[in-house]
Structure formats: structure tokens, C-alpha cells
């Protein structure tokens, strides 16, 4: 099962993306797993918009949702020129928060590729029973992140 849409390049149409993945979670059973796909879709789409087609509203994003492998896949294509996804590693580096959606996206996703010169990134879940020592080292990594404990 797939369902494919295109946005146009405006961060309002988050709410648009957001809704059909519900619809798309709810017709594949996998409602629990929602939130997770949601904040990892809407960080590719967002990246799409901002980064991709630099928010011009006049480009499109292209969205597909998937079933694949036991789970479900997002796809995600901007309009823009495309970047070097290999010089993001795993962690954003210092003060800067460049790389910090990449980083989000490869920690909620059990898989992220680029395509087309970075113009294309699929997201694939495996939403048919995560490792409980998956889900907790995921836990543990964007809390290490974004809630460091003081030494």
C-alpha cells in the first residue's frame, strides 16, 4: 500500500503532511507508532521546504508514504540543488544546530538513505515489534542530546 502527495513549499502545509500520515498510520494499524513517524517525517519535510527548496513557495515536495519489510517507509523530494549528506555525521558539532534534523531523522528511523544528490530521503520503520533495547538506546541518545546531564 502507498499513498503519494505533493505540497507546496510552505511550512503551514506541515498540518497537512501530519494529518495524511495519521490516516496512513491508522490504515496500516500502526497508530502507536505515530508520534515517531510524525516527528521524524515532519523534520525531512521541514528540512524539504527550508533547506531544499529554501522555502520557495513556487517549488514542490513530494511525499510518499509506504508499506515495506514489515514496516513503512516515507519518502521525501524537494525541487532544490541537492547537498552533500556525507559530511553530516551522527551528532550535530558544537553550538551549531546544523545537522541536528539529520540527526533526529537517524535516530527515530531504523533506516535513512539519500538519493538524487540529497534532493531525496526515504525513512524506513520497522513497525512490527522495535527491539525493547533498540527503543531504549534510541531513548537514551536523544536524551543524552537534547537533555545533557550536568558533570
Not at 524537494?78 to 541536528?100: K, M, N
Amino acid at each position: 500500500m502507498t499513498e503519494s502527495f505533493v505540497i507546496q513549499s510552505d511550512i503551514a502545509n506541515l498540518t497537512q503532511v501530519e494529518e495524511r500520515l495519521f490516516h496512513f498510520c491508522r490504515l496500516c494499524n500502526v497508530g502507536s507508532y505515530y508520534s515517531t513517524l510524525q516527528v521524524a517525517t515532519l523534520q525531512a519535510v521541514e528540512n524539504a521546504i527550508v533547506h531544499g527548496n529554501l522555502s520557495d513557495a513556487d517549488r514542490q515536495v513530494a511525499l510518499t508514504f509506504g508499506t515495506c519489510r514489515g514496516g513503512l517507509f516515507v519518502e521525501v523530494k524537494d525541487q532544490g540543488a541537492g547537498f552533500d549528506y556525507g559530511r553530516f555525521g551522527d551528532l550535530p558539532i558544537g553550538e551549531s544546530t546544523q545537522g541536528e534534523g539529520i540527526f533526529v531523522m537517524r535516530s527515530l528511523a531504523d533506516r535513512m538513505m539519500f538519493s538524487d544528490g540529497g534532493r531525496v530521503v526515504r525513512l524506513e520503520f520497522d513497525v512490527n515489534g522495535i527491539d525493547p533495547a533498540d527503543a531504549l538506546q534510541r531513548i537514551a541518545v536523544l536524551q543524552s542530546h537534547y537533555h545533557p546531564v550536568a558533570a
